[in-house]
């Protein structure tokens, strides 16, 4: 039950990151092979078996609007954007870009796709309400949501039978109980991929910095990841740091005097902060964060001490050819220059309509919610345009007391000459996550 416990305040950590969520060795040198003990996890140096081909990119082929003669089929994003926790606008404009980019070819088996989007606001009640809207309005399923709460909408969504399907970050026990939620996003292993590449890098005296919200229980999961990898133990060294951003420049210090690399586990706008008061004491760790939160702009504004850090993903690179479409979208439907499509937010909600319009079409009838979950629950191999073989059909996934991941892999960039540039190392944490 302590390890149960640990690992639900981690999720809320890093839902707060999104979520949904250090210079050691020289700082141009690649992450080294996996070591050949029984601990390491499984790790490759290519991209997974490539998806499926999709349809044609937007760049090949002319945008030419297609009359569909069907029904629409409506689904719904769920998102905070009137929020005080955080917005993310991005999600919105995801799911109205893939909108638009599958109804210029004809929809979804000749149905128009209709997008509804509805602001969550980082409330339990909000949130509920757009799943009662979701209900009234026939929605077939709801697509690549972040909220930070959705332990009263899961239960509507559950009732009424319709899917929740491809969520990046998901927050709350009652979303990884759901029998309806089908959870793209690793997130979840982060933790354990962080001690690994860390290793891998050479790190001798790693710092973990957590919020101190949640300090105790993620301290306890990184001795779990130690024991597992055979690394650290008493050589770590823990910061805790307080939740609302300000002021970091005790806690950075504190870091710097401590250790050769630092893991930030904390939000964007935290990440930002600290990274400044890293630079005011003039610490020199190499970083490691996570995707969507150390980005190109964190880069750009402390390149000299950013360069060779690892952002750490749930989802390649936006670089990816898997993204083609996407990034051709982006620019053909006039997606907001500074949006942040780069992060688990932004790739997760394309991720989870292109496997939307993937499942819905192989459906012999009517699209509707129950022929959709019927057919969502049937996929015992589930190839993902970015890589992952999913079995969505699992009652129980990879991960024990979360029985709604499916997904524990990840991915690694690193920072060169302010360019987020991936590795190409895809590390499937689920051997170190079962043994915690």
């Known amino acids: 039950m302590k390890t149960k416990r640990i690992w639900m305040m981690l999720i809320a950590?890093?839902?707060?990151?999104?979520?949904?969520?250090?210079?050691?060795?020289?700082?141009?040198?690649?992450p080294a092979a996996a070591v050949a003990t029984t601990a390491a996890p499984v790790v490759t140096t290519?991209?997974?078996?490539?998806?499926?081909?999709?349809?044609?990119?937007?760049?090949?082929?002319?945008?030419?609007?297609?009359?569909?003669?069907l029904e629409p089929i409506k689904v719904m994003t769920i998102a905070p954007i009137d929020s005080a926790k955080s917005s993310y606008q991005n999600i919105f404009d995801g799911a109205t870009l893939y909108e638009q980019y599958i109804n210029d070819r004809g929809g979804v088996g000749g149905h128009p796709l209709e997008v509804i989007t509805c602001d969550g606001k980082g409330d339990p009640n909000e949130a509920a309400a757009c799943a009662r809207k979701a209900v009234d309005e026939g929605v077939v399923a709801i697509l690549g949501h972040f909220e930070f709460d959705m332990s009263v909408a899961m239960p509507i969504l559950e009732e009424a039978g319709i899917a929740v399907l491809g969520s990046c970050c998901p927050v709350k026990p009652a979303e990884f109980a759901s029998p309806v939620n089908f959870i793209f996003g690793s997130t979840n292993a982060m933790q354990h991929a962080v001690t690994y590449i860390m290793n891998e890098d050479g790190c001798e005296s790693p710092?973990?910095?957590?919020?101190?919200?949640?300090?105790?229980?993620?301290?306890?999961l990184a001795e779990q990841s130690f024991a597992h990898f055979g690394v650290y133990g008493d050589n770590a060294k823990f910061v805790s740091v307080p939740a609302t951003p300000g002021d970091?420049?005790?806690?950075?210090?504190?870091?710097?005097?401590?250790?050769?690399?630092?893991?930030?586990?904390?939000?964007?706008?935290?990440?930002?902060?600290?990274?400044a008061a890293m630079k005011t004491v003039g610490a020199d760790m190499r970083i490691y964060g996570a995707q969507g939160n150390l980005t190109s702009v964190v880069a750009e504004a402390y390149p000299e001490l950013t360069e060779g850090s690892v952002v750490l993903n749930a989802y390649p690179n936006l670089v990816d050819p898997v993204w083609d479409e996407y990034r051709a979208s982006i620019v053909e439907y006039d997606g907001p220059e500074d949006g942040n499509w780069?992060?688990?937010?932004?790739?997760?909600?394309?991720?989870?309509?292109?496997?939307?319009?993937?499942?819905?079409?192989?459906?012999d009838g009517d699209v509707t919610a129950a022929s959709f979950l019927a057919m969502v629950r049937d996929q015992d191999a589930f190839q993902t345009m970015w890589g992952p073989t999913i079995d969505l059909s699992a009652a129980e996934g990879p991960m024990p007391g979360?029985?709604?991941?499916?997904?524990?892999?990840?991915?690694?960039?690193?920072?060169?000459?302010?360019?987020?540039?991936?590795?190409?190392?895809f590390a499937d944490m689920t051997d170190a996550v079962q043994a915690g």
């Open 46 to 69: 290519a991209a997974p078996e490539a998806a499926p081909e999709e349809v044609g990119t937007v760049a090949d082929q002319p945008a030419e609007e297609v009359a569909a003669s």
């Open 13 to 30: 950590v890093l839902a707060a990151m999104a979520m949904v969520a250090s210079a050691c060795g020289s700082d141009d040198d690649a």
């Open 342 to 363: 780069n992060s688990l937010s932004g790739l997760g909600v394309w991720a989870a309509y292109v496997a939307f319009n993937d499942i819905a079409e192989t459906i």
């Open 248 to 275: 970091f420049t005790a806690q950075a210090a504190e870091a710097a005097d401590s250790g050769d690399c630092i893991w930030l586990s904390m939000s964007a706008a935290a990440q930002g902060a600290f990274v």
């Open 402 to 425: 979360f029985p709604r991941v499916l997904n524990l892999q990840i991915t690694f960039d690193r920072i060169i000459n302010g360019e987020l540039t991936p590795t190409g190392i």
């Open 207 to 220: 710092v973990f910095a957590y919020l101190d919200l949640y300090t105790d229980y993620l301290t306890a």
